[in-house]
């Protein structure tokens, strides 16, 4: 009975790795194809995956698109490539060549030309996930400013608040937007009821219902201790190591006392009171000015106990936002890698493969919705990581073509055959470690 599960587990979670990685490769290369394409470079070979063929066909330009038994990655084989990772020229083929036929080439185009296909591949990476945060914005919107109910979330204790209800004051602050009512949750006591003033329709009138950021996990973190120990999405804090909480903000000062020791909550869900171990990991958390804070986090988000009302997002504006959210991710992502090199913060915080599959498995069972987030943050992270200056990846190929256009000369095959080694070196020690902090963080 157990081997089941753990199969089961196992197969889901290299199921949905493999999907994402996937379509993120297809992205990735197909920008490389593209651009080639309309560059003048003829591709041979667009394959996803390595090793033995399972299936291919030859369009009427001649090039093989073909899907391949190991689906870890993939690649666009240009003709005269001496190899997937076009380190080096064919000279044997580029030998039989005439002029214009060397045109059609990775290593007979012009500079221009062969630097804009190389450039494509992490581009396609950013813009697909532009246009994937963009999509959500435009299918789901943004907030709302006002403060009018939304469908309430089921919660202990009473509530006499109604979806529609517009609220006009909590304890007897006026609330004037949504900002304005976050700013009174965080200033008000923790209390299990608080009085509101609310426009229902034609009327007005004052009610009772829970604070308004309650203990409520509004979602629950990728490889969280809260996600380890069953917690999820809609579960009110009832208390914390036998102490009653009645808002959010109570829960971080009470898992922080406990400094990396399991502490106990009595959780609510559906109508159930259920008691649960959580044992609070060390997690470096990014800050606005681009540091690091370190805290005891269980791993989940807080919310209000009703969803926003939301307002349609055009494409003059979803855009701008989309663009800011791929920032924010490859700022981040370079200012974690910083601080791991600097000490500031651990290493463990750098995933391998394993962890990215896990996560890929997590996204999934969460929903569709989140998968697809997902793999948009991760053809950004695929992206930023191929633009890195290491030989073997398309920056390192940049670097060799920025030497070119000052010195007016590409690197001689020898030194170049020699950086691809180190870079290949560099990559697969690199890999190692995110491996180990997988098997051993």
Not at 241 to 270: D, H, I, K, S, Y
């Amino acid at each position: 009975m157990g081997l089941l599960p753990d199969f089961g587990n196992v197969v889901f979670t290299l199921g949905a790795f493999i999907v994402a990685l996937s379509i993120i490769v297809a992205v990735h290369e197909y920008g490389h194809y593209i651009v080639g394409r309309w560059s003048g470079i003829h591709a041979e070979v667009f394959s996803i995956g390595f090793g033995p063929v399972l299936f291919s066909r030859v369009d009427r330009r001649g090039t093989r698109w073909q899907v391949a038994a190991l689906p870890f990655g993939g690649y666009v084989k240009f003709l005269g490539d001496a190899n997937a990772a076009s380190a080096g020229a064919d000279e044997e083929v580029m030998s039989h060549l005439d002029a214009q036929a060397r045109r059609r080439t990775m290593h007979g185009a012009p500079l221009w030309a062969r630097a804009a296909t190389i450039f494509a591949g992490p581009a396609f990476n950013f813009l697909f996930s532009i246009a994937i945060f963009a999509s959500f914005l435009a299918v789901k919107g943004l907030p709302d400013d006002s403060v009018r109910l939304g469908a309430l979330h089921p919660m202990p204790g009473v509530n006499e608040l109604r979806e529609g209800d517009l609220i006009t004051a909590i304890e007897g602050r006026p609330v004037e937007d949504l900002s304005g009512y976050f700013a009174i949750a965080a200033e008000i006591e923790p209390a299990e009821t608080v009085t509101y003033a609310i426009r229902r329709g034609d009327e007005t009138g004052r009610v009772a219902g829970p604070h308004p950021v309650p203990p409520r996990a509004a979602s629950i973190a990728l490889n969280s201790a809260a996600r380890d120990a069953g917690m999820q999405a809609g579960d009110v804090i009832l208390s914390v190591n036998g102490q009653a909480v009645q808002a959010f903000a109570q829960l971080p000062p009470l898992v922080a006392a406990a400094e990396g020791a399991p502490v106990t909550l009595q959780v609510w869900r559906a109508g159930q009171v259920l008691d649960l171990t959580l044992t609070p990991r060390r997690t470096d958390i990014p800050n606005p000015d681009g540091g690091f804070e370190t805290r005891w986090l269980i791993g989940l988000q807080s919310g209000a106990f009703f969803d926003h009302p939301t307002r349609s997002v055009g494409p003059v504006e979803a855009l701008p936002l989309a663009v800011k959210q791929i920032g924010a991710i490859i700022t981040n992502s370079i200012s974690g890698l910083y601080h791991m090199v600097t000490g500031a913060i651990s290493t463990c915080n750098l995933s391998g493969p394993v962890g990215i599959a896990t996560t890929s498995a997590e996204m999934a069972s969460d929903g569709v919705d989140s998968f697809i987030w997902f793999i948009a943050v991760l053809s950004t992270a695929v992206g930023l990581l191929n633009l890195f200056p290491i030989p073997i990846l398309d920056g390192g190929h940049l670097v060799f073509h920025a030497y070119e256009a000052i010195v007016g000369r590409p690197p001689s095959e020898r030194i170049l055959n020699a950086l691809m080694s180190v870079g290949l070196v560099l990559l697969g020690a690199l890999m190692l470690f995110a491996l180990g902090n997988d098997l051993f963080c």
